[in-house]
T-cell receptor, first 114, second 113 residues
């Protein structure tokens, strides 16, 4: 069964450092998403991406965040200058349909900012 | 925006019994309601979904019901097994105009052998 793959599974970084989280969506999917889950809390939407541009973003997704799909397969989330409150599980998701219908999620990257 | 409430936050049932998890949503325009199962250390896995044009959908031991008038939907798991133990999230979206799923707060289901 096809799956969304995320790397690394765990990233520890110092506050103020840049991190890049990587995702390989399912190959025939067209819509891509990043969500995050702070420990013990609900899964929150960050950003959606289609046709090489952001289609929607949440208030969490400020200027410190960026996404890109550099080579047609990888989908990355960059946090420019990490803060302690960025510590969370970050999930990538992809789907063939707009609006997150039948979205498939990756296993997540646990980001710990120290 | 959409707001999804989920109850209970924890649920323990004896193996073989049924489990029911309930969610309410606020946006009457929402038309797609998926349920996700999250096992420890893994991402959410879609287990069943329902659209607003149907009232019930079943897949083996799992069923989802939707009451559009009351704006609530429920997950029903029958003949529970130990491998059903996980955190379950409901979500809602109006998928013609929006991109984001709004998730509930999650229910930790524990099946007692």
């Amino acid at each position: 069964e096809p799956e969304v793959t995320q790397t690394p599974s765990h990233q520890v970084t110092q506050m103020g450092q840049e991190v890049i989280l990587r995702c390989v969506p399912i190959s025939n999917h067209l819509y891509f998403y990043w969500y995050r889950q702070i420990l013990g809390q609900k899964v929150e939407f960050l950003v959606s991406f289609y046709n090489n541009e952001i289609s929607e973003k949440s208030e969490i997704f400020d200027d410190q965040f960026s996404v890109e799909r550099p080579d047609g397969s990888n989908f990355t989330l960059k946090i420019r200058s990490t803060k302690l409150e960025d510590s969370a599980m970050y999930f990538c998701a992809s789907t063939t349909q707009r609006g997150s219908s039948e979205a498939f999620f990756g296993q997540g990257t646990r980001l710990t900012v120290v | 925006g959409e707001n999804v409430e989920q109850h209970p936050s924890t649920l323990s049932v004896q193996e073989g019994d049924s489990a029911v998890i309930k969610c309410t949503y606020s946006d009457s325009a929402s038309n797609y309601f998926p349920w996700y199962k999250q096992e420890l250390g893994k991402g959410p896995q879609l287990i069943i979904d329902i659209r607003s044009n149907v009232g019930e959908k079943k897949d083996q031991r799992i069923a989802v019901t939707l009451n559009k008038t009351a704006k609530h939907f429920s997950l029903h798991i029958t003949e529970t097994q130990p491998e059903d133990s996980a955190v379950y999230f409901c979500a809602a979206i109006e998928d013609f105009g929006n991109e984001k799923l709004t998730f509930g707060t999650g229910t930790r289901l524990t099946i007692i052998p």
